[in-house]
């Protein structure tokens, strides 16, 4: 009858649990996040508002893949692989795997074994004990399964972290890769103008011998190339330390060595002139923030529930030897035990009341983190497309004024020949084309590079490339 009293009782007490235990529905997640102070004074733009609703897979990103190169990729895939960071956040997001493991172990009872032996040293007896301790906890108002879920949530979090780790490698990988194209374009350019400046240094030496140049002439020309031989050996000093950079990002020993291309792909495809809100909301810095938000709800919940008394049960089974005529044989002796106990906390200075507030206050706080990440994601948007537009129209400015200063040295050139020009004009002409030209390069590879910035900022989906 006792026996079928305690199961009854350890039943009730188990369709009971979770008294206090609620799950946060999207509506409550929304309505916190309505709640932002951060958000009250935001006004979204009509047109972010519009395409809200509009599928993010239908947005084409070629204006991305037209930048892709099989090396590229190559490189890309070896660092998602091989990447020291990547690698060690893969070890963490483990460790918070199995932590999370741990917090779902307390919703279930515990078993111990149990050995002892004592020795009465005046009366010269001992006792011998084996036993099975089992205690279990019954989660009345839900404390152990807000543990558990905040740790859950906890690792969604971190997990989307992960994620967003990948893709700034998988970026800075992309950007070290065409920074290095451009510094091989530069070499090129650099370099063909001191085989220019050399053969003008070998015409002028022939011309002086004829009497058409003089030692001025020769001075100026000689001047340039070592200036130029200067500033080419800087660009590859440059250029080295990109490729180890790029090296090290996708595991490689950074020796500097690595080669690439010396042009840039075209990039021809044109940008969308909008984006749907909802590939901001699927960002993985957005999306981390969310669990964080969900995490800290678990949390309140639990701080709350450990104001409430709580109940676990206990029982242990096993046997006791002795010396003792009475207590002969350790089997022979079955013990038994079934309790329970309540424990409901009186005083503690207001402890558990002000971690509640804590609690709450950290709530709140994560929901503005979560608005200014979504403000922070707009911003990166806005100033990548505004970039974008900025730099496409420099970049014709600029071809303009290449085109029209070769145009111009071309002419000079004949007016050289002809004796109604001189070399030191022509090399200041020289060396501005070299500028604008240079200029041109930078251009193209801060275009590229912000078109993936303006990736990144909608959430990079597939990393850089699927």
């Known amino acids: 009858m006792y026996k079928n009293l305690i199961l009854l009782g350890i039943l009730s007490v188990s369709l009971s649990s979770c008294i206090g235990y609620k799950e946060p529905t999207k509506e409550n997640i929304n309505q916190l996040k309505e709640k932002s102070e951060i958000v ?5 733009p009509d047109e ?6 509009a599928n993010s897979r239908s947005i084409s990103y070629d204006w991305v893949n037209d930048l892709k190169t099989p090396q590229l990729e190559t490189l890309i895939n070896e660092g998602m692989l091989y990447n020291a960071d990547l690698i060690i956040a893969r070890e963490k997001l483990t460790q918070i795997e199995l932590a999370m493991e741990i917090a779902g172990s307390d919703l279930y009872p515990s078993v111990n074994a149990v050995a002892n032996t004592s020795n009465n040293l005046v009366s010269n007896t001992h006792i011998q004990r084996l036993a099975l301790k089992a205690n279990w906890e019954i989660d009345l108002w839900g404390k152990n399964k807000s543990s558990q879920m905040a740790s859950t ?3 969604f979090s971190a997990k989307h972290q992960n994620t967003l780790l990948h893709q700034s490698i998988a970026g800075m990988i992309t950007k070290a890769y065409f920074l290095n194209i451009a510094g091989n374009i530069q070499e090129d350019k650099i370099e063909s103008y001191i085989q220019k400046s050399k053969d003008l240094e070998k015409l002028y030496a022939i011309q002086k011998k004829v009497g058409t140049a003089n030692a001025l002439d020769i001075s100026n020309i000689s001047a340039e190339i070592i200036s130029l031989q200067g500033y080419l050996e800087k660009v590859k000093n440059a250029n080295t330390q990109s490729k180890r950079s790029l090296e090290l990002l996708s595991g490689k020993y950074p020796e500097g060595k690595l080669a690439t291309q010396n042009f840039f792909n075209p990039a ?3 940008i969308p002139e909008s984006f749907p809100l909802e590939l901001l909301e699927n960002r993985s810095d957005i999306q981390a923030s969310h669990f964080q938000i969900e995490k800290a709800f678990y949390e309140v919940q639990q701080a709350n529930a450990a104001r ?3 109940l676990s049960i206990s029982s242990s089974l096993g046997s006791a030897g002795s010396n003792v005529e009475s207590i002969n044989s350790l089997f022979s002796n079955p ?3 079934v309790g329970g106990g309540l424990v409901s906390p009186l005083f503690n200075s207001g402890k558990l009341k002000k971690n509640v507030e804590i609690k709450n206050s950290q709530h709140k706080q994560i929901v503005e983190e979560y608005s200014k990440a979504v403000l922070n994601a707009l911003n990166e948007v806005e100033s990548s497309l505004a970039n974008l537009h ?3 129209k420099q970049m014709t400015y600029t071809t303009q004024a290449v085109n029209e200063l070769k145009n111009n040295i071309n002419l000079t050139e004949k007016q050289i020949k002809v004796g109604i020009n001189n070399s030191f004009v022509l090399i200041r002409k020289q060396r501005d084309l070299l500028k604008n030209e240079m200029n041109l390069i930078n251009l193209e590879l801060q275009y ?3 078109r993936i910035n303006l990736y990144m900022a909608l959430g990079a989906e597939n990393f850089i490339y699927s």
């Open 308 to 310: 409430l008394p709580s």
């Open 153 to 155: 949530s906890s690792y």
């Open 448 to 450: 590229r590079i912000e």
């Open 40 to 44: 009250s004074h935001i006004e979204i």
């Open 335 to 337: 013990l038994l035990k």
């Open 268 to 270: 021809g495809n044109r």
């Open 390 to 392: 900025s730099i496409e």
């Open 48 to 53: 972010w508002i519009f395409d809200r609703k």
